[in-house]
């Protein structure tokens, strides 16, 4: 098994859907991990000043080329807007870090894997690099082991106000997964199993449910399909069948089938 990771060191201030959303959506192989750091809000306004204060006398004195002169504006604006945000709304100042690992069998799907997660990215306004160099421990940051460590902590940081942090919620789709259930499809949004227990009463109220579609869409297949798998589960069925299609699915799994009526 083959992995690379990425790094992603900005995106849009602007953005304002869920960061990741199209990132998690996909059936990609990979594990995502996201670092939050919490600043303290009295050093943070202190550093804000201090940075503010300098920048302004550049700016005045323009001692500088136009270039330059337009990053330190940019700055010089971004960090009166977040000493603001944080004096005036209450917000709150922190670090993300974000890194992402894809695997494959072999290198070569994993360089197109790793070309296509990129191109996903991009097109979202993510801002990515590739950890050359820094492959092992992007690995460690995405398995459950809580590690962080200081030499991608200073190629990933991004600040963050706390009102932005919801546009980085990982979780953007949910899932079904009972494990005494059986398999009745794949969420739509992330190809992920649902599996449903329809008879836990635990959980559920009741274990009705309603199959609706177009002629020939598969509802009787898909019906037929979740006998057998109960069946697997030894639950006990019943079929009123007034049209008697489900006679040989009777006969197959050697039930008993009864006619009433003419």
């Given at each position: 098994?083959?992995?690379s990771?990425?790094?992603?060191?900005?995106?849009?201030?602007?953005y304002?859907?869920?960061?990741?959303?199209?990132?998690?959506?996909?059936?990609i192989?990979?594990?995502?991990?996201?670092?939050?750091?919490?600043?303290d809000?009295?050093?943070?306004?202190?550093?804000?000043?201090?940075?503010?204060?300098?920048?302004?006398?550049?700016?005045?004195?323009?001692?500088?080329?136009?270039?330059?002169?337009?990053?330190?504006?940019?700055?010089?604006?971004?960090?009166?807007?977040?000493?603001?945000?944080i004096?005036?709304?209450?917000?709150e100042?922190?670090?993300?870090?974000?890194?992402?690992?894809?695997?494959?069998?072999?290198?070569?799907?994993?360089?197109?894997?790793?070309?296509?997660?990129?191109?996903?990215?991009?097109?979202?306004?993510?801002?990515?690099?590739?950890?050359?160099?820094?492959?092992?421990?992007?690995?460690?940051t995405?398995?459950?082991c809580?590690?962080?460590?200081?030499?991608?902590?200073?190629?990933?940081?991004?600040?963050?106000?706390?009102?932005?942090?919801?546009?980085?919620?990982?979780?953007?789709s949910?899932?079904?997964?009972?494990e005494?259930?059986?398999?009745?499809?794949?969420?739509?949004?992330?190809?992920?199993?649902?599996?449903?227990?329809?008879f836990?009463?635990?959980?559920?109220?009741?274990?009705?449910?309603?199959?609706?579609?177009?002629?020939?869409?598969?509802?009787?297949?898909?019906?037929?399909?979740l006998?057998?798998r109960?069946?697997?589960?030894?639950i006990?069925?019943?079929?009123?069948?007034?049209?008697?299609?489900?006679d040989?699915?009777?006969?197959?799994?050697r039930?008993?089938?009864n006619?009433?009526?003419?």
């Amino acid at each position: 098994m083959y992995y690379s990771g990425l790094i992603i060191v900005d995106y849009y201030r602007e953005y304002t859907d869920i960061i990741f959303k199209e990132l998690i959506n996909t059936n990609i192989n990979m594990n995502f991990s996201c670092f939050y750091e919490k600043q303290d809000t009295y050093k943070t306004i202190k550093d804000l000043t201090y940075y503010i204060g300098n920048v302004g006398v550049d700016l005045k004195q323009g001692n500088t080329n136009r270039e330059d002169i337009d990053i330190a504006a940019y700055s010089y604006n971004d960090a009166k807007y977040i000493r603001k945000e944080i004096q005036v709304n209450n917000e709150e100042l922190y670090y993300i870090y974000t890194y992402v690992i894809v695997y494959s069998q072999t290198i070569e799907e994993t360089e197109y894997l790793l070309n296509k997660v990129e191109g996903i990215l991009s097109s979202n306004g993510l801002i990515t690099r590739r950890g050359n160099f820094r492959q092992e421990q992007i690995f460690f940051t995405c398995t459950p082991c809580m590690i962080n460590p200081k030499e991608l902590k200073e190629a990933g940081r991004r600040n963050i106000l706390s009102n932005s942090l919801v546009s980085t919620y990982p979780f953007v789709s949910s899932s079904i997964c009972d494990e005494e259930g059986v398999f009745i499809g794949t969420n739509i949004y992330n190809n992920s199993m649902i599996i449903v227990d329809r008879f836990n009463k635990e959980k559920y109220k009741n274990a009705n449910m309603c199959i609706f579609g177009t002629s020939g869409a598969g509802k009787s297949f898909y019906v037929k399909s979740l006998i057998l798998r109960h069946r697997l589960l030894n639950i006990s069925q019943y079929i009123i069948d007034p049209e008697r299609e489900y006679d040989k699915i009777c006969n197959f799994l050697r039930r008993k089938f009864n006619k009433i009526g003419s």
